[in-house]
């Protein structure tokens, strides 16, 4: 067999470039003997719903889909009627890297604020959370958050419960994209549920591909008065898997001892380990706190154009020169040093 690829090469443009988990590959294979009853009416798809329960209470329920866009769009469509709108963060993920998925195929408005964190509070809802009754204006009924942001930074228990609190006193529900939501908690050393159930969180995109799986992220409904038709919702959307189990086996694996947490705490100490290795090098300057598995820096441009041809990582703002790197659950602090060394090569050549 062909290899077709340089297994020592690491890159540092997003946990998903990483292959997939040992435990998450033999989870697959475990589950492919024999047959087993399609579209989710399987044995692993409804051990699953246990697993979910267990780590995010008694009313969670799962459904397993293809992925992170899809998780959000389906959950954002089964929170709200076709008149009524989201408030997120402008840097957030359903507003700058989803194609528009979430107004063109959701058909759901999206009401902005620009943070400078990438992080939501009370008083910035607020900028969008009016015109209730106004037939004029699309009416707020739902505030996404992300926990990491799109910045790299970390809501606390404390925040996600303050803006679930004042969504809620206002009528509107809160829905967290995931994606990265192992990351956060493994920073915060806090169970899932910490951030999601016992905040206040009514749905939740909950994230596996960036952490470890093959494919797959999933929609939980926390709160089940908060979302309707999520079944049907799913099917129109093209996301119900005919073999689902091999999804279901997947996040059963992640969510079983431990693996979650053990691949984002690895993440998140190769991000510091990155950090600090750089942030000391002439002509580099780090601009946001490095609280999980995300660093932004400032280089030279010719820096970046150069250390771009010897590993893979994007650059985040054009006009300043900041780029991002990632660092995934299978970076090794080798992968981090030989990095962080052919940086300080450029920056002297």
């Known amino acids: 067999m062909t290899v077709r690829h340089d297994p020592r090469l690491k890159g540092f443009a997003s946990d998903n470039y990483a292959g997939v988990h040992p435990e998450i590959l033999q989870a697959i294979a475990d589950a492919n003997g024999g047959h087993q009853t399609s579209y989710g009416d399987d044995v692993y798809t409804e051990a699953l719903q246990e697993v979910f329960r267990r780590h995010f209470g008694d009313t969670a329920r799962a459904w397993p889909v293809f992925n992170g866009t899809a998780a959000n769009v389906v959950s954002l469509r089964a929170m709200t009627a076709h008149w009524e709108a989201v408030v997120c963060a402008e840097t957030a993920h359903i507003n700058t890297d989803e194609g528009g998925a979430p107004e063109v195929a ?9 943070t400078p964190d990438g992080k939501l509070t009370p008083e910035l809802i607020d900028r969008q959370a009016w015109g209730f009754g106004d037939v004029h204006r699309a009416q707020p009924k739902v505030v996404s958050i992300s926990n990491t942001t799109e910045l790299g930074t970390v809501y606390t228990p404390g925040e996600i419960a303050a803006i679930c609190a004042h969504a809620h006193d206002l009528g509107l529900l809160v829905h967290l994209d995931g994606s990265r939501l192992t990351n956060a908690a493994a920073a915060l050393d806090v169970p899932l549920r910490a951030l999601t159930t016992d905040a206040g969180v009514d749905v939740l995109s909950f994230g596996g591909t960036k952490i470890g799986l093959l494919y797959g992220e999933a929609v939980v409904v926390l709160n089940p008065g908060a979302a309707t038709g999520v079944d049907y919702i799913r099917k129109t959307f ?24 053990r691949n984002a705490r690895r993440a998140n100490a190769m991000g510091r380990r990155l ?4 942030r000391h090098l002439p002509g580099v300057e780090v601009p946001r706190p490095v609280e999980a598995n995300a660093v932004f820096a400032i280089l030279p441009k010719d820096v970046t154009a150069r250390l771009q041809k010897r590993f893979r990582f994007y650059t985040w703002d054009e006009s300043t020169g900041e780029v991002r790197w990632m660092c995934a659950w299978d970076t090794t602090e080798d992968d981090v040093d030989a990095f962080a060394a052919a940086l300080a090569e450029e920056l002297g050549a």
């Open 106 to 114: 959701g058909g759901i408005k999206l009401l902005t604020v620009p």
């Open 238 to 261: 093209m996301q119900l898997s005919s073999k689902m189990r091999f999804v279901s086996a997947q996040f059963e694996a992640l969510l079983t001892d431990d693996l979650w947490l």
């Open 275 to 278: 950090a600090e290795a750089v």
